[in-house]
Structure formats: structure tokens, C-alpha cells
């Protein structure tokens, strides 16, 4: 996932997953389990877990 914030290795997030050309979005928590800043960017990639 691209944020244009960090967030540290071990904070849980809550995400909509949503579904292409639908009306559904499914409610997920995630675990971010690295990050690494864009060189040259205010940008940030992060590696997330799904945790349900």
C-alpha cells in the first residue's frame, strides 16, 4: 500500500477492501509489518498483514 504518512511496524489499521465494479466493501483489520520511504517523495510503501 502508498501512504503520504509513515506508520510504524506494528500498528494495526482498518481498511475497506472494496471490489472492482461493486458496491461491496469488505471491513479488514490490517498489521503493518514494514515500511519504506519513496526516495525523493513524501511517500511511503507499507507491508501490511491481514489480521481478519
Avoid: S
Avoid at 17 to 40: C, F, M, S, Y
Wanted: hydrophobic share 45%; net charge positive; charged share 25%.
Amino acid at each position: 500500500m502508498l501512504c503520504d504518512q509513515p506508520i510504524a511496524p506494528g500498528t494495526v489499521v482498518r481498511c475497506d477492501v472494496a471490489l472492482l465494479n461493486q458496491a461491496v466493501h469488505i471491513p479488514t483489520l490490517l498489521k503493518v509489518r514494514w515500511i519504506d520511504p519513496l526516495e525523493g517523495k513524501k511517500r511511503y510503501r507499507l507491508g501490511l498483514e491481514f489480521l481478519i
